[in-house]
């Protein structure tokens, strides 16, 4: 038998949650490129904060995601519309190159991937 969470599968119930935490996770591995040889502690930190403003924003959405299951559907799948302007908008200002494709691939396909689990859970739960 399998066990519920608020009425739905535990897998069902989980698995956009860990999904989301993982991705934000990856996200927040891209601001570690502001380490760099002569930068004062000063410029690192502003470094820092400014590239985790994506992480930060996501980790909020996964907070109201985690109990309104349709805000983490509607908010990944605009997150991952987003990214895939602001690169688009970033490859034609700076010259198109085929590693945009792989990057908006590889990150807004994650972000639809768990934006639909979201809708799935949120579906799920709605039905019971």
């Known amino acids: ?6 009425g739905v ?3 069902i119930y989980w698995t956009p949650r860990i ?10 591995l891209f601001s570690l490129d502001v380490f760099g040889p002569g930068l004062t502690a000063g410029q690192i930190m502003l470094g820092l904060l400014i590239h ?3 992480t930060f924003i996501l980790i909020i959405i996964l907070g109201f995601a985690w109990k309104y299951e349709l805000v983490g559907g509607i908010a990944f799948i605009l997150a ?7 690169t688009l908008r970033t490859a034609f200002i700076n010259g198109f190159q085929g ?12 972000a639809f991937i768990i934006g639909v689990l979201w809708f ?4 799920k739960k709605k039905k019971k």
């Open 120 to 123: 799935v859970n949120w579906y």
């Open 19 to 28: 999904l989301s935490i993982i991705f934000i996770l990856f996200i927040a």
């Open 52 to 54: 985790n403003i994506p």
């Open 9 to 11: 599968g535990k897998g």
């Open 99 to 110: 590693y945009y494709i792989a990057w908006i691939l590889q990150i807004s396909g994650i």
């Open 80 to 86: 991952g519309l987003a990214y895939i302007v602001l």
């Open 1 to 6: 038998m399998v066990k519920r969470v608020n």
